[in-house]
């Protein structure tokens, strides 16, 4: 149904917040998520919501005008799944935080950044990725992998309540006790399935110091990286958290360059000695290495874009970036290693760069059992991801040719993994994505889109 301008000003007369339509100021900005990608989506609406009431409100005026309605937090979103041609339900304006007997309560509006400044403050932080203008509930949602990970976990796994909107505008609040089924299946498959959460309770960290590494190989050692990191990156000690990067930049005839970026929680000498065993692995002297033992915020904030830009510059992801991942359980034999790295420099011409990213899983992500949250992926070894980003303004054809770059290069290596994608970094084209995201917990995800959300209100490719 085409909505009325009426029924708009009966809407916003009834919220808190604000509704951003197109004939509105900033409604270029509003409507626009943080990938490029999907700049094109026009929504009819973009309803800034205060509180939790706002929010209940706009989802009556979605069923009652039989619209879409996705929530959106940080727009980061792979699939672009917070943008909508009908109402974007923006929980922004919800961001505070506050610290209290180790908890933090959490605004879903709250971005990384903005949350680690708050809960460095009390000298806190939580595992969780490095993206400051990811949001925080977004990613909470699907997982959340990152530098405290090996160690600590999950940022799902350290939520311990969270307040949800659900379909018939009821606000609950869920935990281990309450509302029990949702508050597991938001933990691994939150993102937009069940309802629209407006706020996160989180246990909270002691911030480590920490030793920041970011060693660099030239291309011609980028075999034997690789066969050596993925011995040695998911067995290594819980402490460490080193991710592989392999990076092919412009058209020009410039090499790959191999990047092994991560940080320890232990001091510099004991993160040198560490990583040696690597470079002893691989029989490969780097080119270039540094070490540098830092306050925790301090080491966040440098690894962003491998330390280039530092934080407060990150702007919004600069092109169009295409990009596939899966987990793998056992290591790619030479031959896999080899066709991925002749795959590479293929996009030379298309592609303003493509990557090949290597995330180490193992430890503390692992001593969760697979049923305990809806999160399943708790046996994966390491996560191999292929990326390549084309100009904002890029043509369909070149368009196509990154999509076949990524395409290809996960072929390369698809026998070799899984079967299971993180739910975070989701693919429209899995055929069997069920089984990918969810594996043995999908079914009891079912049921609990049943008990939650029966008329299927939030539905979109690729939803429960
Ligand atoms: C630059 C970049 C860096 C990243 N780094 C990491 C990393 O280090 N570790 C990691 O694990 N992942 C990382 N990711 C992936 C990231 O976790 C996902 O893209 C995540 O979904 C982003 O959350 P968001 O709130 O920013 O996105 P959004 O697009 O706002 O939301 C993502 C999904 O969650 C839903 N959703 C959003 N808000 C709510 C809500 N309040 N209630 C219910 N559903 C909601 C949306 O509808 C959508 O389906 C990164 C992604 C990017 C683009």
């Not at 990150?314 to 987990?327: A, H, L």
């Not at 292929?386 to 390369?412: I, K, L, N």
Request: charged share 20%; net charge neutral.
């Amino acid at each position: 149904m085409r909505i009325s301008a009426p029924g708009l000003a009966g809407l916003r007369g009834a919220l808190a917040g604000t509704v951003i339509v197109p004939e509105s100021a900033g409604y270029e900005s509003a409507r626009k998520p943080a990938l490029a990608r999907f700049h094109h989506i026009r929504p009819r609406a973009i309803v800034r919501c205060e509180n939790a009431d706002d929010v209940a409100e706009t989802l009556a005026f979605a069923r009652r005008w039989g619209v879409r309605a996705a929530p959106r937090s940080g727009g980061h979103c792979f699939a672009g799944r917070s943008s909508t041609e009908g109402i974007v339900i923006d929980v922004t304006p919800m961001h505070a935080v506050s610290v209290s007997g180790g908890m933090a309560a959490v605004g879903a509006g709250a971005r990384l950044g903005d949350l680690y400044d708050a809960l460095q403050q009390h000298d806190l932080t939580i595992p969780a990725g490095c993206g400051p203008t990811v949001g925080i509930a977004g990613l909470t949602l699907g997982g959340g992998l990152g530098l405290l990970g090996r160690k600590h976990g999950l940022t799902c796994d350290h939520l311990v309540a969270a307040r949800v909107v659900l379909a018939d505008g009821r606000v609950v609040d869920c935990d281990e006790h309450h509302h029990g089924e949702l508050f597991w299946a938001l933990r691994g498959a939150g993102g937009g399935h069940f309802g629209v959460v407006t706020s996160l309770v989180f246990s909270t960290l002691r911030a480590p110091a920490a030793t920041r590494f970011h060693l660099t190989w030239p291309h011609s050692h980028a075999a034997a990286v690789i066969a050596a990191w993925q011995a040695w990156a998911p067995a290594a000690p819980d402490e460490l958290n080193a991710s592989l990067r392999v990076t092919a930049v412009g058209d020009a005839d410039r090499p790959p360059v191999v990047h092994l970026f991560g940080a320890m929680l232990a001091d510099q000498a004991e993160a040198v000695e560490l990583i040696d065993q690597l470079v002893a692995l691989a029989g490969a002297e780097p080119a270039w290495a540094s070490h540098t033992h830092l306050p925790y915020r301090d080491l966040k904030r440098s690894l962003v874009g491998l330390g280039g830009d530092g934080e407060d510059a990150e702007p919004d992801w600069p092109g169009q970036v295409f990009s596939k991942s899966e987990f793998f359980r056992r290591p790619l034999p030479p031959e896999a290693i080899t066709a991925l790295l002749r795959h590479l420099p293929r996009g030379r011409g298309a592609c303003q760069s493509r990557e090949l990213n290597f995330t180490p899983l193992g430890g503390a992500y692992g001593r969760v059992p697979a049923a305990a949250t809806a999160y399943v992926h708790r046996d994966e070894r390491f996560l191999v991801e292929h990326v390549a980003v084309v100009d904002a303004e890029a043509s369909t054809a070149t368009r196509g040719a990154a999509r076949q770059w990524v395409t290809q290069s996960r072929a390369c290596v698809h026998p070799w993994a899984s079967g299971r994608v993180y739910p975070n970094f989701p693919d429209p084209d899995l055929a069997d994505w069920a089984q990918a995201y969810y594996g043995t917990n999908y079914e009891r995800l079912v049921r609990a889109k049943r008990t939650y959300d029966p008329h299927n209100l939030f539905r979109f490719e690729q939803s429960l």
